[in-house]
């Protein structure tokens, strides 16, 4: 029943005027009953990144992956005058040219074609594509934003501005640059992307992993319009100083799916097939720059507005199958808002679309940006990126400015890109929900720029907390608190404490990150004494400072454990500390004493031959403190353990490793 109903609402949206002329059509089959394929060999016909990403979400091969059965193909390619375009496994369905009708009637007439629909004949004036029409080029004026601290990339100004609106720059600095991701660019041409000095890197990498032209039928793409080199450029570029994409460490699929001479809902046929492509390549995110909806090429095509609600449309449809799929689906939401139609466009109406309308570099929106909401009531656009004087690449190969929310769209793309490769562990649509909760408005949308502007490093903590666990275990007159986060080393943690009758909580210890440059995985664990500190609920919470420069310091609580303590610890009688166990044939103890606190101290350990293997600093208050050195890792012999206490020598021990 739910395939049928799709199918209803496919031929609905492509019902001809009587009288219109076609030479375009699109064959809707009954079923796939004659295919080869099977849902318990997907390899068969899906990538394995495709089908790593459905087992990651536990999304099931269906129906709809099946391909069309070879023999459905090879029949209508037998009868004469009949080119085949292109085909849809999700829609079970094909578009055709031909100007026969007698070739319309054999196909027709074969048994497992539910119904032929005519898809209107070619526009011949040349125009650009109907979503994005190009403006002239403005000029490079805009408010100076300089890049003042020591950031990952050196982004030239106008780039910095661009990017530190999301503060997106934080992204990079943690290693979150969008390596190991994988884009899926559907727009009407990739011109001269090969040759244009922004894609120097992508093209010396071999960062494009595959091109298709879904309207010539090939795989070339670089000699077509330029409207999708240009968003290409927002993402890709690598110009030190100059022009740095959002993500410029990701790879690429380039398809061209609109034909920029005209508009008809063949485009639209042609963006499911493109998305489709996407899912099964193994793709992570499209970024779509192209919208459909009025002022097609021939009047009967025009969309009510009423037919904008998400479910109705042909790539609005195709798009929520891609996001039900695992895919994170980007779309510019229009440029409309300065003519009668003022609304976005579809697919920007999808439900499962993010919508990206248009602001500057300070955050104000574009007031050609298309106004929401869907049809049905949604909050459209969903977010707002820089889409007004927008750095891009021109044909000329110097580095320009444009208006459009295509623009917004794949900057905005390229962000969640590096987002995404923080936090695989979450789907696209939690990701989705984290860039709205991360956003400038999300308790007020409007419908000008939805919930707002994404703050990138706001998206990192949220997902932080939603990520991190923690636990803590007790075992005599020591609490044991583990807990799991992603960091960098240029990160740090810090354990509070609240004792029974207090009411503020009290830094007690401090831990820095593990070693590494790009955000990942890590697991701690901290032993603390109980020494003193009475009976009763004792609660810690786990402080992780992300952001540790003075100018952007940013810390979130990750989490918070408590622990029940029924009977009297006796305090520290004096200082000291002792290795356990010792001689060790794998990690030891180092327990350290104090009576008083230690604000600040150092643990050294030298081989014999005097070379520093291990160090690391730390707080600690009075009482019993275990920390756990990762000895196993170290060659047999002897090894010295210095503790300073500021610069005075706290104690040494000699550690023997089996």
């Known amino acids: 029943m739910k395939y049928l109903l799709c199918t209803i609402l496919l ?42 990403r459905r087992s990651r979400f536990q999304i099931p091969v269906d129906s709809t992956d099946i391909p069309i059965p070879a023999s459905y193909i090879e029949q209508i390619q037998q009868i004469a005058g009949v080119t085949i375009l292109n085909q849809s496994r999700w829609l079970n369905a094909i578009s055709i040219q031909t100007s026969s009708s007698a070739s319309i009637s054999s196909i027709e007439a074969l048994p497992f074609v539910r119904s032929v629909s005519g898809l209107a004949a070619r526009g011949i004036a040349p125009r650009m594509p109907k979503e994005e029409e190009l403006l002239a080029d403005p000029p490079l004026v805009r408010r100076a934003q300089k890049q003042l601290t020591n950031d990952y990339y050196e982004y030239g100004n106008n780039s910095f501005a661009e990017i530190h609106l999301h503060n997106g720059e934080f992204l990079h600095n943690i290693g979150l640059r969008g390596q190991g991701m994988q884009i899926a660019m559907l727009d009407g041409g990739f011109f001269n992307y090969t040759g244009l000095r922004a894609f120097d890197s992508i093209n010396i990498n071999g960062q494009v992993l595959s091109t298709w032209d ?8 670089a000699e077509d319009n330029s409207h999708g080199m240009m968003c290409l450029s927002t993402i890709a570029a690598n110009i030190p100083g100059e022009f740095i994409g959002k993500a410029p460490k990701a790879s690429f699929h380039l398809f061209r799916t609109e034909d920029v001479s005209s508009e008809y809902p063949i485009e639209e046929f042609n963006w499911a097939c493109g998305a489709e492509r996407a899912d099964s390549i193994g793709a992570d995110i499209i970024s779509s720059s192209l919208g459909y909806g009025y ?42 808002g300065n003519d009668y139609w003022k609304r976005i466009t579809t697919p920007a109406d999808g439900d ?14 574009g007031t050609f940006s298309s106004y929401g909401p869907s049809a049905d009531g949604r909050v459209k656009p969903d977010l707002a990126s820089v889409g007004v004087a927008a750095l891009v690449q021109s044909t000329a190969n110097t580095i320009s400015a444009s208006n459009g929310t295509s623009f917004a769209c794949p900057n905005m793309a390229g962000l969640a890109t590096c987002l995404w490769q923080g936090f695989p562990e979450f789907s696209n649509m939690q990701i989705v929900q984290a860039l709205k909760e991360a956003s400038s408005i999300y308790n007020s949308p409007n419908n000008r720029i939805g919930y707002g502007i994404p703050d990138m490093k706001k998206a990192v903590g949220d997902l932080l907390v939603a990520f991190s666990t923690a636990s803590i275990t007790q075992t005599a007159c020591t609490v ?21 009758g207090e009411t503020q909580f009290k830094k007690v210890d401090m831990l820095a990150a593990t070693a590494g440059t790009t955000l990942h995985t890590h697991s701690y664990e901290r032993s603390l004494s109980l020494d003193s500190l009475g009976k009763g609920l004792i609660t810690y919470r786990i402080r992780q400072i992300i952001d540790t420069a003075a100018a952007s310091f940013t810390a979130r609580y990750i989490d918070t454990v408590s622990v029940v303590v029924t009977d009297l610890c006796p305090p520290v009688q004096h200082d000291r500390a002792y290795l356990s166990p010792n001689p060790s044939g794998g990690n030891t103890n180092l327990v350290i004493e104090s009576i008083k ?38 060659a047999k012999g002897q090894y010295l353990v210095n503790i300073f206490s500021g610069k005075e020598i706290f104690s040494q021990l000699t550690l023997l490793r089996l």
């Open 11 to 52: 031929l609905c949206s492509l019902l001809p005027e009587a009288g219109a002329q076609y030479n375009r059509y699109l064959i809707q089959f009954k079923h796939k009953g004659a295919t080869t394929f099977s849902l318990a060999n997907p390899a068969a016909y899906l990538s394995a990144r495709a089908l790593e």
């Open 214 to 221: 879904f309207v010539a039928r090939n795989a070339s793409v």
């Open 295 to 336: 002022e097609f090429s021939s009047p009967v095509a025009d969309y009510p507005f009423s037919d904008l609600d998400g479910n109705t449309t042909i790539s609005a449809r195709a798009a929520d199958i891609a996001a039900a799929k695992g895919l994170l689906v980007f779309n510019s939401a229009g440029n409309s």
């Open 352 to 365: 499962s679309v993010v919508a990206v309308g248009a602001v500057n570099i300070d955050g104000v929106v």
């Open 480 to 500: 044991k608190i583990s807990w799991t986060s992603k960091d960098v080393s240029a990160m740090r943690y810090e354990i509070e404490r609240l004792l029974p």
């Open 597 to 634: 606190n230690l604000p600040g101290f150092t643990i050294r350990i030298y081989d014999m031959a005097g070379h520093l293997i291990y160090q690391q600093q730390a707080s600690k208050e009075a009482g019993r403190t275990v920390y756990n050195l990762p000895s196993r890792l170290w």
